[in-house]
């Protein structure tokens, strides 16, 4: 019994598989788009267009010259299906979703069930669990044990270490700061991922160098050939906010007078590159993506969501116009790039109990990532493309309103007190969502049919009431599409995607491979500067 078709049936597979969609179309253009028609030939015709499908999946077993790594910060199973619905419909898919390999991913760090953004992105970028609040060190470095992360031997390199022994461009483009948990683990070690500039490094840890300038000073940050995102108040002292672009009143605020953009402008003048620092959409629009080396720093703080920000030419770009400006850049080598993609937002979102923003920042990840497909489109055999999340958020989408519903709207009323609730709720929440009050004497909830639900900045009800919505630790889903995409095939440790990334690249540790494949490392050796 053969599981793959001959060539002369693969074709007939084929041409079969192009009837049923000029069928499908046809009975499409009989029906009025809103009456939905899921009759037995709907659902058999949909299962065979899926079988012929998965039979004609072809393995590349190349090597992955480029690679883009999405990470979604917060985009648990539960957002994508949610995401789906709201953005595609129930019957949609989203970019990734028709990627044809998958696996899933456990999330829990060295040291905690269910993990931080900066632990986790250790394991997806290094390879190595670390433990919760810690970056690019491994499990002997607890939080803020500024000593123990200095010790080489408890340091862990990323992909970007690998890549650039590789000759590979590298580059990451983040909604968050630059300096934020995930983006750090690329570039810097350090015990609390709070100390994104000096000021908040405490006297006992002065000896530990702040992630700002661990991007600006050290390796492999000042070798990363594009930067984007936010976090000027990190990079720069003293810098003034406004209401378009506020000061984050959370995150580090530097004072001790240095210009670290200046310090990457001059770092690239004395190394002779040619490079540009972008600050807005104009600037953005204006690169000609001739420089080796970009550095965009678009906010303060965070950028703006994208149902908030200002599309004018001095507001802050899209995840997706960064992302295309990344991808043209660092296309230029011949050797390839690695890019690292992030939708940080989503996260933020959840974590403020806005679950309709969180959705809202899924669809604009999932437009970046459209336009890296297309991108992408004549270099698809050897681009390895993955799509996946750090940790998921307990969004909950509860029964049992009818497909005509909104995703955001009632689900039905409660058996117990015929309250209504929302179909999305979280497990738990902040003040905000956590809408219980006494009424004589007994504990009642807020009636959400009362309020717009629908409103981008409704909070849903939680169950617990805390300072903000918890991480949730279910294992998240792993998309892939591309040279070797079909390694993620079944329940992985997160740290397999670094593991993936270094196999299929044929850089850092797992390069030797024995498929007849030259490792572009081997190719590359003598270019290695140590
Ligand atoms: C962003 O992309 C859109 C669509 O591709 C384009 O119309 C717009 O001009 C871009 N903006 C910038 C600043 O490049
Ligand atoms: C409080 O409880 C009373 C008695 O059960 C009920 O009539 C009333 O509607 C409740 N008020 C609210 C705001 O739920
Ligand atoms: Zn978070």
């Known amino acids: 019994m053969s599981s793959s078709p001959s060539p002369s049936s693969s074709s007939r597979w084929t041409s079969c598989l192009i009837l049923l969609q000029v069928l ?50 917060g985009m648990g199973l539960s957002t994508v299906t949610a995401a789906r619905i709201y953005g595609k419909t129930e019957r949609g898919r989203l970019a990734f979703e028709n990627f ?25 970028f290094s390879g190595i669990k670390a433990n919760q609040k810690t970056s690019g060190v491994d499990y002997r470095v607890v939080v803020d044990d500024c000593e123990a992360s200095l010790k080489p031997e408890n340091t862990i390199d990323s992909m970007f270490v690998w890549a650039k022994e590789a000759g590979k461009s590298t580059g990451f483009v983040t909604t968050t700061r630059v300096t934020h948990a995930t983006p750090s683990a690329l570039y810097a070690h350090t015990s609390n991922r709070n100390w994104e500039c000096e000021d908040k490094i405490p006297k006992n840890a002065a000896a530990c160098k702040d992630i700002a300038r661990q991007l600006v000073e050290d390796l492999p940050g000042r070798d990363i050939n594009v930067i984007m995102g936010g976090g000027r108040q990190n990079l720069q002292s003293n810098v003034v906010g406004s209401d378009a672009d506020p000061i984050d009143p959370w995150s580090c605020y530097s004072k001790d007078g240095r210009d670290l953009i200046a310090d990457w402008t001059a770092d690239k003048n004395v190394r002779n590159f040619k490079h540009r620092v972008v600050q807005n959409n104009e600037e953005l629009a204006g690169v000609d993506h001739s420089e080796e080396f970009l550095l965009g720093v678009f906010a303060n703080g965070h950028l703006k969501m994208e149902h908030e920000r200002d599309q004018g030419p001095k507001g802050m770009p899209s995840l997706r116009n960064m992302t295309e400006a990344a991808i043209k850049n660092l296309m230029k080598n011949p050797d390839g790039f690695l890019l690292m993609v992030e939708g940080g937002l989503i996260d933020f979102a959840h974590h403020r109990g806005h679950a309709k923003q969180a959705l809202s920042e899924t669809m604009a990840f999932n437009d970046a990532i459209e336009r890296a497909l297309e991108l992408t489109k004549a270099k698809a055999s050897e681009t390895l493309i993955i799509v996946t999340s750090d940790h998921s958020h307990p969004l909950v989408i509860s029964g049992y309103a009818d497909r005509s519903v909104p995703i955001t709207g009632i689900a039905q009323n409660s058996k117990f007190d015929g309250v209504p609730y929302t179909t999305l709720l979280y497990g738990t929440g902040g003040p905000d969502n956590y809408k219980f009050f006494v009424n004589q004497s007994s504990v009642a909830r807020e009636n959400p049919a009362l309020v717009n639900t629908d409103d981008i900045n409704y909070a849903q009800q939680a169950a617990i009431l805390t300072d903000e919505v918890a991480h949730e630790g279910s294992d998240v889903l792993v998309y892939a599409t591309g040279p070797m995409a079909h390694l993620f095939h079944s329940v992985h440790e997160q740290t397999y995607v670094a593991h993936v990334i270094s196999y299929a690249s044929g850089i850092g540790p797992q390069s030797g491979r024995n498929d007849g494949h030259r490792s572009s490392i081997s190719h590359h050796a003598k270019n290695r500067k140590f």
């Open 24 to 73: 499908n179309l046809a009975i499409a253009a009989t029906q009025s788009a809103d009456h939905v028609t899921e009759d037995h030939r709907y659902w058999l015709d949909l299962g065979r267009e899926d079988i012929l499908r998965a039979l004609s999946e072809q393995r590349n077993t190349g090597i992955a010259k480029n690679v883009i790594l999405f990470v979604g910060d």
């Open 100 to 124: 044809p390999n998958i696996g899933t991913l456990k999330t829990y760090s060295a040291d905690k069930i269910v993990p931080d953004s900066c632990s986790t992105a250790t394991a997806l």
